[in-house]
């Protein structure tokens, strides 16, 4: 364990310092994690459900299940790297609120058409019946057109300087592209039923839930820091951790979907040894997968040491991770 590491470690004697409610703000004036994560969650669901309205009284059935697709829980991970990484970044909180429900609208697209029969085929959402099996098949297509268009509106309508804006614009269409999550969507339903390579699956998580973490983390610097020379170890760190955050977070939902249940999931468990998909759970092992996605988180820590007590949230985003991990799927 590295010198510092506030993390969770299997190993003997190694005490566990992470979790979420393992720090108080005392005389170092530590910043209290659940306070700000709660209060983040909160505001985007504000802006969310600010975004999300009919302008006239009557409410289409799209609008509804659009709302109904965003508003219903979710733990809200990728709102609150971005306002980490937006607190480095000195990004004012009401730009964060709006950049924040327009990630968290394109996450829920991602996750409505990722439901869909022709894709997994998956009847429970956050425990709740899924946007397809709740208003039709074509509206929760709909849903995902629509929402995706609303996160771009929402983001063109940012109060940050326009190059700042055109910066997230960008940011967010990659990571939803052809080498983004769509490309690694479809990757992922050309693997069904093959025996492929670690890396295949690494490079295929990169895209389809790695790509929307990574920029989920940028565009909360993006709204106040342009990427240019002088911010160039800010970025580099930041990608570096976001790129180990982003595939820890689909190594442990492959975990999960092979050892929880149900209501821990508010998913259908199993679903991926049932559509026989490779994943990292499969192909190295619970153990394994396990400890890959602590090394990774691992990694994480050590990419922001060099950011300081600024990355402090961040590290926090770290902490949240391991503190779940450890709950859900102890080791065996
Ligand atoms: C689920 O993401 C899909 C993956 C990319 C693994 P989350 O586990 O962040 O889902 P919610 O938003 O908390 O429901
Ligand atoms: C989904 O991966 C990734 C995206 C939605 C892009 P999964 O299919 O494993 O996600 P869950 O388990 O249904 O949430
Ligand atoms: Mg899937
Ligand atoms: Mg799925
Ligand atoms: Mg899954």
Redesign the pocket.
């Known amino acids: 364990m590295q010198t510092g590491s506030k993390l969770h470690d299997d190993r003997p004697g190694v005490s566990a310092l992470g979790g979420l409610g393992a720090q108080a703000r005392g005389a170092s004036g530590r910043l209290l994690p659940e306070i700000w994560m709660q209060d983040g969650a909160k505001r985007v669901e504000q802006a969310l459900a600010r975004l999300l309205c009919a302008e006239d009284d009557g409410e289409t059935e799209l609008m509804a299940a659009m709302r109904y697709a965003t508003l219903h829980?979710?733990?809200?991970?990728?709102t609150l790297l971005c306002l980490a990484a937006g607190a480095l970044a000195d990004t004012p909180a009401h730009m964060l609120d709006d950049v924040g429900a327009a990630i968290?609208m394109m996450?829920?697209c991602?996750?409505v058409h990722?439901d869909l029969p022709a894709m997994d085929d998956d009847v429970l959402?956050?425990g709740l019946p899924t946007v397809h099996v709740k208003f039709g098949e074509a509206t929760a297509i709909l849903v995902g057109d629509a929402l995706q268009a609303h996160a771009f509106l929402t983001l063109a309508n940012v109060d940050a300087p326009g190059d700042n804006r055109i910066a997230l614009v960008r940011e967010l269409a990659q990571a939803v592209s052809a080498e983004g999550a769509a490309g690694g969507q479809a990757m992922d339903l050309s693997l069904v039923g093959k025996h492929v390579e670690l890396d295949r699956i690494v490079a295929m998580h990169r895209m389809?839930?790695g790509a929307?973490v990574r920029a989920s983390v940028r565009m909360g610097a993006l709204c106040a820091i342009a990427e240019d020379a002088a911010h160039a170890a800010l970025y580099c760190a930041l990608d570096r951790y976001s790129a180990c955050f982003g595939l820890a977070?689909?190594v442990?939902?492959d975990i999960l979907d092979a050892t929880a249940d149900t209501a821990t999931l508010?998913k259908t468990p199993g679903k991926d040894a049932a559509a026989q998909k490779p994943t990292c759970a499969s192909i190295m092992g619970l153990q394994a997968a396990r400890q890959f996605a602590l090394d990774l988180l691992r990694d994480a820590e050590e990419a922001i040491a060099p950011l300081g007590p600024r990355a402090e949230r961040l590290a926090q985003m770290l902490q949240r991770a391991n503190a779940y991990l450890f709950k859900h799927a102890p080791c065996a």
């Open positions: 829980g979710g733990k809200r991970t990728r968290e996450h829920a991602t996750l990722d959402r956050r389809k839930s929307l977070l689909q442990v939902d508010g």
